[in-house]
């Protein structure tokens, strides 16, 4: 997961299926013109600066902050958003945006590509993981104060790079406040109070001077819970306290399908679950053990047990995206991983082996895989020694190395494969989410070459991303991909207008939907 990422809580209790009826509560009316009450499992801000923000401020900051263009899932090209048009010199090398004229930051200031240019400056100046989108830009040149200039070392598929889910954010420095008193973004939803570590954390409202205009019936209030129980989160939904719960199981799903004061919402997704494997220190420094790993895994009877919840993966890119391979879902095949474990001194009648995973707490997706793979391995002489960890403690541990298998989701910051590769299997000293730990000037330097063959060259580019998921999954076997999430999600009859965009995992654009009775 990016530290965003996700202790996503993927509920499956079976309990509702086979313990007697249960009577369940009734949802209440609501207020004409209610908040918007969004669930999270886990704590919603971890850093409130839009140019290093990595982790699940995601959800509250696309409703803050702005992009210059945003990603539409169904022509899967960039849509106006800061920017109402812009043009790509014939090299690719040289975009030109037109500003929106009229907006302002919540600071009061007006958007112009002065500002523009000082944000994307002060993010390429950060140093913030998030920011390699930026790694492209040579100069940022205002043109006019409407028209901004960004000149490239090299061609890149620049529109979709500035409709980013991280780092992409336009904003007025003055307002960036590390305490999240305010905020300097330019979006319909401003900051009114952000409690670190109170059920209701975060609580956004309508900035009047937006934009868009509030001429129609919106949303003027968000409220971002943590409620850290499924069933709780369920509870809230029956009794009309809650809105929208981004993630469901499949049997409450069904339920909600059913009822008349909810609406359901069921969609593929970027999102795919990530086994890295520590090539650095430990028992797993040897190929085969890592190998037999990735043969262990029972693939297909995981995907049964979460029909409706996960598809089978195929390689490391998920379908829908660019370097997208096909046939190439794993399948476990046990007696292969006995030879490889036998042959690196372990397995049946062998040395006994140890192994230390961590994995998020309270995904209960990722408890399923835990607790088949633990059987599985116990047959082979390998005792799993598994951890559900906190996300924000998972990943600072993760960085350390101080285990031998790292669980995760992952999605890309663009609707780009590349951050499939750079930001998890590029070299990094020390490592932020490259959590196999790999250091290997090959695969640096075909990852270095995704960005720019995507933009000249697609042919050459899903060649590439063949060639590195080949290299990865296949020859160096640093990591596993078992499935890719559905997204199960669950709200008030009332909220008109939703859609998901995979693109930006678990945002509602609020303002864009229309609230009734």
């Known amino acids: 997961m990016k530290a965003r990422l996700v202790a996503l809580v993927l509920a499956l209790l079976m309990a509702g ?4 009826p249960t009577v369940e509560p009734q949802r209440r009316p609501t207020a004409r013109t209610p908040a918007f ?25 696309q409703n803050i902050y702005e992009t ?21 010199s014939t090299d690719g090398k040289t975009w030109s945006f037109k500003l929106r004229p009229g907006v302002r930051f919540h600071t009061g200031r007006a958007l112009d590509a002065a500002a523009v240019k000082e944000a994307v400056e002060r993010t390429m100046s950060s140093n913030g993981e998030p ?10 040149v205002v043109d006019d104060p409407l028209t901004v200039t960004f000149v490239l070392k090299y061609a890149v598929p620049f529109d979709l790079v500035v409709a980013s ?91 909600a399908a059913r009822m008349g004061g909810l609406r359901t919402s069921r969609a593929p997704s970027y999102q795919v679950l990530t086994l890295l494997f520590n090539t650095r220190l430990g028992p797993l420094t040897d190929v085969r053990i890592r190998k037999a790993l990735q043969r262990a895994i029972d693939y297909s009877g995981l995907t049964r047990k979460l029909a409706g919840a996960v598809t089978p993966a ?17 399948r ?11 042959a690196a001194g372990y397995g049946p009648g062998g040395r006994p082996l140890t192994l230390s995973l961590t994995y ?30 906190p996300w924000l403690e998972q990943w600072e541990q993760g960085k350390q190395g101080g285990q031998d298998i790292f669980v995760m989701y992952w999605w890309p910051d663009y609707a780009d494969a590349y951050s499939y590769f750079g930001p998890v299997f590029r070299s990094a000293d020390p490592p932020v989410f490259n959590l196999t730990y790999l250091q290997d000037p090959q695969i640096d330097a075909l990852i270095d070459s995704l960005p720019e063959l995507t933009a000249v060259d697609a042919a050459s580019a899903e060649r590439a991303y063949a060639e590195l998921t080949r290299l990865l999954l296949d020859v160096k076997a640093v990591a596993v991909v078992p499935w890719v999430v559905t997204y199960n999600r669950s709200y008030a009859a009332g909220v008109q207008g939703y859609h998901d965009n995979p693109a930006y995992p678990d945002v509602v654009f609020v303002y864009d939907l229309r609230p009734s009775a």
């Open 17 to 20: 299926c086979s313990a007697a």
């Open 37 to 61: 009450v969004y669930v999270e499992n886990v704590d919603v801000i971890s850093d409130w600066d839009p140019a290093t923000a990595y982790s699940n401020e995601i959800v509250a900051f």
């Open 68 to 88: 210059l263009t945003l990603w539409n899932p169904v022509s899967k090209k960039a849509a106006p958003r800061l920017a109402t048009s812009w043009k790509a």
């Open 131 to 140: 920011g390699y989108i930026w790694g492209p830009v040579s100069s940022v």
């Open 165 to 255: 889910t991280y780092a992409a954010y336009i904003y007025d420095p003055a307002g960036i406040d590390p305490a999240g008193k305010k905020d300097g973004g330019t979006g319909p939803y401003t900051v009114s109070t952000w409690t670190k570590g109170a059920a209701d954390e975060l609580v956004l409202t309508a900035f009047d001077g937006y934009w868009g205009g509030w001429e129609r019936p919106h949303y003027r209030k968000i409220t971002f819970r943590v409620v850290p129980s499924t069933q709780d989160q369920w509870t809230g939904l029956l009794t009309g306290e809650v809105t929208f719960v981004p993630r469901i199981n499949r049997f409450r799903y069904g339920r």
């Open 314 to 330: 195929s390689g490391i890119i998920p379908e829908g995206l660019p370097g997208h391979v096909k046939r190439r879902a794993p």
């Open 332 to 342: 476990q095949n046990l007696q292969a991983a006995t030879r490889l474990l036998t």
């Open 360 to 389: 998020a707490e309270g995904d209960e997706d990722q408890q399923q895989l835990v607790t088949s793979l633990r059987r599985t391995m116990r047959a082979l002489n390998v005792t799993l020694d598994a951890r559900a960890m």
